[in-house]
């Protein structure tokens, strides 16, 4: 198998981290060499953080080079915008449509950008959700991560049995239940290019 590039970026306190451990993970898991690359940019105080995850037959380094992510998995509007170029063309971005400002917004020393989903849509496939949204119905705000993952999944080259068995094992043990109902929420959305 060829290397799968996946990158997830995020603000801090998004799960980033641990979405991209479960991923590498389940690559482990299914036999494969697995790198991972962890990039945090002031995480704690609301600040970019970026991971990487490449798996494959042989990985020779853990960077994703920019425009050959396979999977672009975005946990805010402009984190997706900021990371879009290390997207391939034929590339898929999983989006979680939602804002959070990022300092020097919230101080008024820049906007916030307009229309971020219309712009890369006209160059990118992307499946978008408001998987904030759809945590709190599900009744718990901090699961939206993985229900963007759940979406991601159905891009990449495992089955639902194998991304539940390693979710059970890496979230935390009280948290499981939902964390499952959330992914199955997220695989099961009708993906649209358009929503």
């Known amino acids: 198998m060829d290397t799968r590039n996946i ?3 995020g603000v801090g306190g ?16 299914a036999g494969y060499d697995v790198k991972l690359s962890e990039v945090h940019g002031m995480a704690q105080r609301g600040g970019s953080v970026v991971t990487f995850v490449r ?8 960077i994703v080079e920019e425009g050959q992510a396979d999977v672009l998995i975005a946990f805010e509007r402009l984190e997706a915008l900021r990371y879009l170029h ?6 898929v971005l999983i989006l979680n449509d939602t804002r959070i400002d990022p300092m ?6 820049a906007k916030y950008p307009e229309n971020i989903l219309e712009e890369i849509r006209k160059a990118h496939t992307v499946y978008a959700i408001d998987a904030n949204a759809a945590a709190i119905r599900l ?10 993952l759940g979406m991601a999944a159905r891009h990449m080259d495992f089955s639902k049995e194998e991304w539940l068995d390693v979710i059970r094992e890496k979230v935390p043990q009280k948290t499981v239940d939902l964390n499952v109902k959330a992914f199955l929420y997220g695989y ?8």
């Open 55 to 62: 798996y494959g037959d042989a990985v020779a380094e853990p």
């Open 104 to 109: 020097p917004v919230v101080m008024g020393a």
């Open 14 to 29: 998004q799960g980033t981290l641990l979405t991209s451990r479960i991923l590498g993970g389940l690559a482990i898991r």
């Open 7 to 9: 990158m997830i970026v």
């Open 86 to 91: 290390f997207l391939k063309e034929d590339g």
């Open 188 to 195: 099961e959305t009708e993906l649209s290019n358009r929503s």
């Open 139 to 148: 009744g718990n705000a901090r699961c939206f991560n993985t229900i963007v």
